[in-house]
């Protein structure tokens, strides 16, 4: 097997198509951008959650942080030992704590579409 190949019945892509072509997800998903728009409708709050004011989206900077944090605190949790426990606690809680802001523009990035 080479690099660029995948072991046969694993197509991500196929999957995702097949998931994304689900009808039954539709009703939950109609539900769910009615309520992120219903709660975005305030001018300031679509704004905020948009990135409006830095000229660009907030959601992509927010992954970042919470990828980031998440990553670094499995790094430090490996290699760290004792001494890195509290480092690898404090990078996992603000991991944890950037998730809430990052999934909220991310709804509200995503019912606009």
Avoid: C, Y
């Avoid at 019945?9 to 539709?26: C, S």
């Amino acid at each position: 097997m080479t690099a660029t190949t995948r072991p046969t019945g694993l197509d991500p892509r196929a999957t995702i198509h097949a998931i994304g072509g689900l009808e039954q997800l539709d009703p939950i998903a109609a539900t769910i951008t009615k309520v992120v728009q219903r709660a975005t409708k305030p001018a300031f709050v679509k704004n905020a959650l948009s990135g409006t004011g830095l000229g660009h989206q907030l959601h992509p900077l927010l992954t970042d942080v919470t990828i980031g944090a998440w990553v670094s605190a499995s790094i430090v949790d490996a290699v760290g030992g004792e001494t890195g426990q509290q480092a690898a606690e404090l990078l996992t809680g603000v991991g944890i704590l950037s998730a809430v802001p990052t999934a909220a523009s991310g709804l509200s990035d995503q019912s606009d579409r």
